[in-house]
């Protein structure tokens, strides 16, 4: 078993390097120390399109039918086709 000075040792190199690994948190709290609140941090963001009527009303079928959420669900779709495109 390593001697607990190592452990420390690799401890603290993985603390050094958390901000870089991890920066949302980080920079959250940055910001909470200007401003004093606290923002939430993730790692999706809203975005916006524009659907057909008909488009959007067959998603919302095919995604109710399957009992599918709509998001992760075009998400997905999204996610294969640049898989597909690299």
Known sequence: ???ASVLNKEVF???????ELMPEPFLALEEYDRT???RKWGTKTRANFTLSVDTLRSLRRHCGERG???SP???GLIRRELSRLS
Not at 13 to 19: F, N, S
């Open 1 to 3: 078993m390593p001697y």
């Open 13 to 19: 190199e993985l603390a050094k390097r958390l901000p």
């Open 36 to 38: 004093g609140r606290l």
């Open 68 to 70: 599918l959420k709509m």
């Open 73 to 75: 669900f075009v998400e």
